[in-house]
């Protein structure tokens, strides 16, 4: 009997195909977190990912606008369904790599999508790389990702640069509105996604004339940040910029409230702020947070506010950035493969290099999506939120806003 795999989360997708070159179903593997302190994330991502496959699956006239979406079933592959199966795994990156292998060499997988932990995403496309298939991150954000020259990953979504310029871009509009914003400071968990974007964040902020009076990494998953948190009050800057997954990023809120530190202005670099038990956890003392996300309901009837809806009455919770991009993820692996007309793996990673979609055919604020010459999204994009109650709302860029920005924020006060 085979033991069953317990870490990690192993979404399975079987794609029947019309191909009569094979014999078998193909199917999609997805690694996300299902246990752990990222849980809640991985889950609401798998579930906007299951969302996403439906969408291909079934008949939705009115989303017509998103290629290889309410169609009933994918058009160049005759009608044919996308199916999923799920299994477990706890965000270690040995587990990203031992359960690529398995869905590549037992499962048969023509494509992989994950991984949420950008640790986990670097050791997983390092197997799908060896092995040439096709993985399409959608959510993951450190640099070496893609940095190291592989032929067989793209990535959909804006990556730590772009977040980083975003930042400095709106603390430099703040400033021009006459708020005191001359010092940062950038506070980051320790694994590949903190190290990378926090020293992004840094080289960022010299290059837009800001002084960075702290740069403070710690352990992931610490029980105590009180000497983390009592140096950024000595330092007194007038930006924090988090970097952190789940939990820690509910520590540091609950931290500074009992050593009663509130600076003007929090930046949450999604993670862990656009987890779904941030807001309960900590939602009414991390008033005025800003967040980072590519993700908008939009108005009423489009496009997006109908997903939305779809993925409130399955789930009970609004979509996120997360959730979201993981969705996104999944549509364009979708569209490549109906492009593709086949399931060869070969023929899948080229239609995804091929792929030049619109504004308006994607669910995201990106510009499109279009990969270069490194699998980038070279139309990547992102806005701020802040949280305002009990949700975040867009404020930044001002023509993307639909409530007026505070500033300082107002934590717990």
Same mark, same amino acid.
């Given at each position: 009997?085979?033991?069953? #795999?317990?870490?990690?989360?192993?979404?399975?997708?079987?794609?029947? =195909?019309?191909? @009569?070159?094979?014999?078998? *179903?193909?199917?999609?593997?997805?690694?996300?977190?299902?246990?752990?302190?990222?849980?809640? !994330?991985?889950?609401?991502?798998? *579930?906007?990912?299951?969302?996403?496959?439906? +969408?291909?699956?079934?008949?939705?006239?009115?989303?017509?606008? $998103?290629?290889?979406?309410?169609?009933?079933?994918?058009?160049? +592959?005759?009608?044919?369904?996308?199916?999923?199966?799920?299994?477990?795994?706890?965000?270690?990156?040995?587990?990203? /790599?031992?359960?690529?292998?398995?869905?590549?060499?037992?499962?048969?997988?023509?494509?992989?999508?994950?991984? #949420?932990?950008?640790?986990?995403?670097?050791?997983?496309?390092?197997?799908?790389?060896? /092995?040439?298939?096709?993985?399409?991150?959608?959510?993951?954000?450190?640099?070496?990702?893609?940095?190291?020259?592989?032929?067989? +990953?793209?990535?959909?979504? @804006?990556?730590?640069?772009?977040?980083?310029?975003?930042?400095?871009?709106?603390?430099?509009?703040?400033?021009?509105?006459?708020?005191?914003?001359?010092?940062?400071?950038?506070?980051?968990?320790?694994?590949?996604?903190?190290?990378?974007?926090?020293?992004?964040?840094?080289?960022?902020?010299?290059?837009?004339?800001?002084?960075?009076?702290?740069?403070?990494?710690?352990?992931?998953?610490?029980?105590?940040?009180?000497? /983390?948190?009592?140096?950024?009050?000595?330092?007194?800057?007038?930006?924090?910029?988090?970097?952190? #997954?789940?939990?820690?990023?509910?520590?540091?809120?609950?931290?500074?409230?009992? $050593?009663?530190?509130?600076?003007?202005?929090?930046?949450?670099?999604?993670?862990?702020? !656009?987890?779904?038990?941030?807001?309960?956890?900590?939602?009414?003392?991390? /008033?005025?947070?800003?967040?980072?996300?590519?993700?908008?309901?939009?108005?009423?009837?489009?496009? =997006?506010?109908?997903?939305? *809806?779809?993925?409130?009455?399955?789930?009970?919770?609004? $979509?996120?950035?997360?959730?979201?991009?993981?969705?996104?993820?999944?549509?364009?692996?979708?569209?490549?493969?109906?492009?593709?007309?086949? =399931?060869?793996?070969?023929?899948?990673?080229?239609?995804?290099?091929?792929?030049? +979609?619109?504004?308006?055919?994607?669910?995201?604020?990106?510009?499109?999506?279009?990969?270069?010459?490194?699998?980038?999204?070279?139309?990547?994009?992102?806005?701020?939120?802040?949280?305002?109650?009990?949700?975040?709302?867009?404020?930044? @860029?001002?023509?993307?806003?639909?409530? @007026?920005?505070?500033?300082?924020?107002?934590?717990?006060?």
């Amino acid at each position: 009997m085979r033991k069953p #795999y317990r870490l990690g989360l192993v979404l399975a997708v079987a794609l029947l =195909t019309a191909d @009569p070159a094979l014999a078998e *179903d193909v199917k999609v593997g997805a690694i996300y977190p299902l246990s752990g302190n990222a849980a809640s !994330a991985g889950k609401s991502e798998l *579930d906007a990912i299951s969302l996403g496959v439906e +969408l291909v699956n079934t008949v939705h006239p009115e989303l017509a606008a $998103l290629p290889s979406v309410g169609k009933g079933g994918l058009s160049n +592959l005759g009608g044919r369904r996308i199916n999923k199966n799920k299994d477990d795994n706890q965000r270690k990156p040995e587990e990203g /790599q031992s359960q690529t292998l398995r869905l590549i060499t037992q499962e048969h997988v023509a494509a992989m999508i994950g991984a #949420y932990h950008s640790n986990v995403s670097f050791t997983a496309t390092a197997v799908s790389e060896r /092995q040439g298939i096709p993985f399409v991150v959608g959510d993951s954000v450190a640099a070496n990702i893609t940095s190291r020259g592989f032929k067989w +990953l793209v990535r959909v979504t @804006p990556v730590a640069s772009d977040f980083a310029k975003n930042y400095m871009e709106y603390l430099a509009d703040m400033k021009k509105a006459g708020h005191k914003v001359e010092t940062v400071a950038v506070v980051n968990e320790n694994t590949d996604y903190g190290t990378s974007v926090a020293g992004t964040v840094v080289t960022q902020a010299k290059i837009h004339g800001f002084e960075v009076v702290a740069q403070t990494p710690y352990n992931a998953n610490s029980s105590d940040v009180s000497a /983390q948190v009592l140096q950024l009050k000595e330092k007194n800057p007038d930006c924090i910029i988090f970097v952190s #997954y789940t939990a820690d990023a509910i520590l540091y809120m609950k931290t500074m409230k009992n $050593l009663n530190y509130e600076p003007p202005m929090i930046i949450g670099d999604d993670a862990g702020f !656009a987890d779904p038990a941030f807001i309960p956890a900590v939602g009414d003392i991390a /008033q005025g947070v800003m967040n980072r996300s590519a993700w908008a309901v939009g108005k009423p009837g489009s496009v =997006t506010a109908v997903i939305n *809806d779809l993925f409130k009455a399955k789930t009970g919770r609004e $979509l996120d950035d997360t959730s979201a991009r993981g969705m996104q993820a999944m549509l364009v692996l979708a569209d490549a493969i109906n492009r593709a007309g086949s =399931t060869a793996r070969a023929k899948i990673i080229a239609a995804l290099k091929a792929t030049d +979609l619109k504004q308006d055919q994607v669910i995201m604020g990106y510009r499109g999506v279009k990969f270069d010459e490194i699998g980038e999204n070279s139309l990547a994009a992102t806005y701020l939120v802040q949280l305002q109650g009990k949700d975040y709302v867009s404020v930044w @860029p001002t023509e993307k806003a639909l409530a @007026p920005l505070q500033w300082p924020m107002k934590g717990w006060k």
